[in-house]
């Protein structure tokens, strides 16, 4: 575990992107291994960990269509409720991504919640399957595809996708000769039922969840496919769950989600007294970014160290984006902005290592893929690009454009599971107003998907993952009180 396992976390690739003709029945939880063994606890590897964290391993089937073949291992980790008297069972913390790890969350994020929920549930943590310490994948991708301008598809300056479809082909062909059958198998349906195989060996009839991101996606496909076998479910920063476009939707969504929180940053950019200030009103970042990115198009810096090692106009955009994930981030993208206006750069940032970004790529590659065809015509994206370029000029085409789903040589093994109103209401949705990575839009999609078995909280806030990070202390308090007590506003709410 060590420095890898807790680099993986944070180094997920968010965002994607797929399209299916025709849609057909949801899958069902019948293809499911029998009983797991139990599990053999012991004390984790690594530092920085809470001493109470404890680590096994799952033996899963590699297809679960096929539960007497091959097997993979799942590292998971957990803390003990902290009260057994007041113990109702086991809360799953399912990672975003795909290609995020929640392995070191009991000890992490897990001990935000309030004592109330720790009393009530076993902290759950794992890391899903391709995800080292579980059994790994790899692409054996080119140091130059692992840049994050790079895994997202910005186009050219002048918007052409020619140089993304050659990067697709080359990065797809690369997970094809070395992900092995593994890779096949990377799925969110295979996650979901990788985490049932989990709640059968702890023993637990029915489990509690709190995904974020991505793993709200996860968490509603495990509450559609075992749907009585959920208890209390937190989706945090909610993904659509459009079952023709998944990925791809996620992907698109960018450009809403951009739109509706850089206003936000930009008055933050203009304050008064703000060290970091770049103009004297809101009104002016929005134009002066627009120029910058503009100028880096035609005029790279050098940037030695980084990866690209130039600061070009969509190395700006990616920033962008990234610092938009939280206000805590502003600063980020506020210095880049003054030193590249300068025509200087600051310090090349911080990477995790290539083997932790290899593995990450890997699942979120596969993961992507396999959950849904993507279009392979290279007409589509360029239709898409000039469409979103005009309409959103400050993501510039990137969220219509071709990942490497694009040139994916397998086809879905299964249709997406269609995430319906079938099942118990005891699933509470959490969404920022301002979201750039999952908007406001695409979380009443799956609002209106779930239908009765739901009750969503809009909280006014910016950034992403509002429960305990980015939020306000209504959210906090209505998904606590939730998750400890079961108490569940009765209709849909607003935080204000």
Not at 102 to 129: C, E, M, W, Y
Not at 139 to 161: F, I, M, N, Y
Not at 190 to 195: K, L, P, T, V, W
Not at 209 to 232: C, E, I, L, N
Request: glycine share 8%; proline share 9%; with cysteine.
């Amino acid at each position: 575990m060590t420095q890898r396992t807790r680099t993986i976390r944070n180094a997920a690739i968010v965002g994607v992107s797929t399209a299916l003709l025709g849609i057909t029945a949801p899958v069902t939880a019948s293809a499911t291994a029998g009983p797991s063994e139990p599990l053999a606890w012991t004390a984790c590897e690594g530092t920085g960990l809470d001493p109470r964290q404890q680590c096994a391993t799952l033996r899963v089937p590699m297809d679960h269509a096929d539960p007497d073949g091959p097997r993979i291992d799942i590292a998971v980790s957990r803390i003990r409720s902290e009260n057994p008297d007041a113990r109702r069972g086991a809360l799953m913390l399912i990672a975003g991504g795909p290609g995020g790890s929640s392995l070191n969350d009991p000890s992490g994020k897990g001990q935000k919640l309030p004592q109330s929920v720790r009393d009530t549930h076993d902290l759950i943590g794992f890391a899903p399957r391709g995800l080292a310490p579980s059994t790994p994948v790899d692409c054996g991708l080119e140091h130059g595809d692992l840049a994050t301008s790079r895994l997202r598809p910005w186009p050219a300056p002048d918007g052409s996708v020619d140089a993304n479809m050659a990067t697709a082909r080359r990065m797809a062909d690369a997970c094809a000769r070395n992900g092995g059958e593994l890779i096949k198998h990377l799925s969110t349906a295979n996650e979901a039922r990788d985490i049932d195989l989990l709640r059968a060996a702890l023993g637990e009839r029915k489990i509690s969840a709190w995904g974020t991101s991505y793993g709200t996606y996860v968490g509603a496909v495990y509450a559609q496919m075992f749907p009585r076998r959920t208890d209390r479910v937190v989706l945090d920063s909610v993904d659509n769950p459009d079952p023709t476009r998944l990925n791809r939707a996620w992907l698109a969504a960018h450009e809403q989600g951009v739109d509706d929180t850089f206003p936000h940053f930009a008055a933050w950019a203009s304050q008064p007294g703000n060290p970091d200030r770049l103009a004297r009103s809101a009104a002016d970042v929005r134009p002066l970014f627009l120029r910058l990115a503009a100028r880096l198009d035609r005029e790279p810096l050098p940037w030695p160290g980084a990866n690209p090692e130039e600061l070009n106009g969509n190395v700006l955009r990616q920033t962008m984006l990234d610092s938009l994930y939280s206000p805590s981030r502003y600063p980020t993208l506020a210095r880049l902005m003054r030193a590249a206006r300068q025509g200087t750069v600051p310090p090349a940032p911080a990477v995790p290592p290539e083997a932790v970004l290899q593995n990450v790529t890997a699942v979120g590659a596969g993961t992507l893929c396999n959950d849904v065809a993507w279009p392979k015509s290279q007409a589509v994206y360029e239709k898409g690009v000039a469409e979103s370029r005009a309409k959103y000029p400050l993501t510039a085409g990137m969220p219509r454009n071709a990942m490497l789903c694009a040139a994916w040589p397998y086809p879905p093994r299964e249709a997406p599971v269609r995430i319906t109103d079938e099942g118990p209401s005891n699933i509470l949705l959490l969404q920022n107003e301002r979201d750039v990575a999952t908007p406001l839009d695409g979380a009443l999609k799956m609002r209106e998907a779930l239908g009765p078995r739901a009750v969503m909280v809009t909280v006014n806030s910016t950034g992403h993952n509002p429960y305990l990070a980015n939020g306000n202390a209504c959210g906090d308090d209505t998904a606590s009180r939730f998750l400890a007590t079961g108490q569940r506003p009765a209709t849909d709410t607003y935080c204000a």
